[in-house]
Each structure stands twice: as C-alpha cells, then as structure tokens.
T-cell receptor
Framework: ETGVTQTPRHLVMGMTNKKSLKCEQH?????MYWYKQSAKKPLELMFV???????ENNSVPSRFSPECPNSSHLFLHLHTLQPEDSALYLC??????????????FGPGTRLTVL | GQQLNQSPQSMFIQEGEDVSMNCTSS?????WLWYKQDPGEGPVLLIA?????ELTSNGRLTAQFGITRKDSFLNISASIPSDVGIYFC?????????????FGKGTSLLVTP
C-alpha cells in the first residue's frame, strides 16, 4: 500500500449505530487530519493530530470521537449520528517540522450516509 | 479558519482551450496549494507554492503565489478531457496547533472533446 488509505470506502448506518472509520498513512508523516466534505461547502477541518497528540478540535460534536494510536493510524469513531452528518470524510497526513512544506496528502475518503 | 474566495465556481470549455482560476483571501498565507479532486476520490496535490511571487509549473499546469501573499492563480494549458474535476485552492497558515489549511469552495471544470 502506498500513500494514504481509508476504509471503508462507503458506509451506510442508522442513527443508533456505532461505527469506526480507519485511516492509515504509509508516508512516514508525523501529523494526521480528519476533514468533512459536504456538498457546496469547503472542506472542513475536524481534528488534527501532531505526533499522536490531538492539537485541534474545531468544535466538532462529541458524537465524533477521534483516536490516534500511532503516527501511522487514525480512527474516527461514530455514534448516534444525525442525517446531516452524511458526507465524504477525508483523512490526510503531512510532515510537520522546520523546513518541511507540510503539504497534506489525502486518502480517497469514506462516503458516509446516515439514515 | 479564513475564508477563501475561489473563482470561477464552474467552467465549461472545449478541449484544447486554456483555463485560468484564482483564489483570494483577506489574510496572508505562508503557502498556497492547489488540489484536484475526481468524483469519489480524495483531493490530489497538484502544485505547492512557498514564496511570494513564486511561479511553478507541473506539466500543463502553472500556478503563482501572489506578491501580496493573499492570492494565487492556477492555469491549465491545452486542456484535455481528463482535466475534468474539481480544483481546490488551499492557503496554509501557522496556528497554535500547527499548520492549518483553509480551502476554497472549488472550481468545477468540464471539458468537452
């Protein structure tokens, strides 16, 4: 595997379900991100992890819970979601440090539909 | 995050034509990035710009980092059908939590043979 991978690619869940999205980066980066992409809106940053530590939470509802067990893996745990949470969830990674460009590289995304 | 104004919102052109799109911001950015997103996929990085005034090419793509650091443009020359997709600009700034990317709403490009 190369780059940034995400599983599953598609997910349909009910509002009472609990599910998790998985992201893995094979680029040796030290920072990982979750974004939400809804129709007609810019990509919205949800969570940032630098060196496995969460450094930013952009006022995301608690029904979204991130987990970063190591610098290569990132999870987004979902529970009691709402239909308006249906969107494409994108994971990205970058190398953060002095002299690094911090270009973010994205995975293919998980298309989530909440019924 | 900062609001980026990306224009045009959509373009419908014929194969072979040149394309130009741009992004402006009310804030200064350290880096400008341009991404392309195909349907059902994540954004793919096309060009990264690090210095004001920088002009960078990647094949038929050329992008520039504005002198004021508040704007950037992307040009595509001699468009082909596979250029179809949504193009996003992103401005990067340093925050307390590290680098943050602010995205434009995208330019949807359609190319007819």
């Amino acid at each position: 595997e190369t780059g940034v991978t995400q599983t599953p690619r598609h997910l349909v869940m009910g509002m009472t379900n609990k599910k998790s999205l998985k992201c893995e980066q094979h680029l040796g980066h030290n920072a990982m991100y979750w974004y939400k992409q809804s129709a007609k809106k810019p990509l919205e940053l949800m969570f940032v992890y630098n060196f496995k530590e969460q450094t930013e939470n952009n006022s995301v509802p608690s029904r979204f819970s991130p987990e970063c067990p190591n610098s290569s893996h990132l999870f987004l745990h979902l529970h009691t979601l709402q239909p308006e949470d249906s969107a494409l969830y994108l994971c990205a990674s970058s190398q953060v440090g002095q002299g690094d460009g911090n270009e973010q590289f994205f995975g293919p995304g998980t298309r989530l539909t909440v019924l | 995050g900062q609001q980026l104004n990306q224009s045009p919102q959509s373009m419908f052109i014929q194969e072979g034509e040149d394309v130009s799109m741009n992004c402006t911001s009310s804030s200064i950015f350290n880096t400008w990035l341009w991404y392309k997103q195909d349907p059902g996929e994540g954004p793919v990085l096309l060009i990264a710009l690090y210095k004001a005034g920088e002009l960078t090419s990647n094949g038929r793509l050329t992008a520039q980092f504005g002198i004021t650091r508040k704007d950037s443009f992307l040009n595509i020359s001699a468009s082909i059908p596979s250029d179809v997709g949504i193009y996003f600009c992103a401005g990067q700034e340093w925050s307390n939590s590290g680098y943050a990317l602010n995205f434009g709403k995208g330019t949807s490009l359609l190319v007819t043979p």
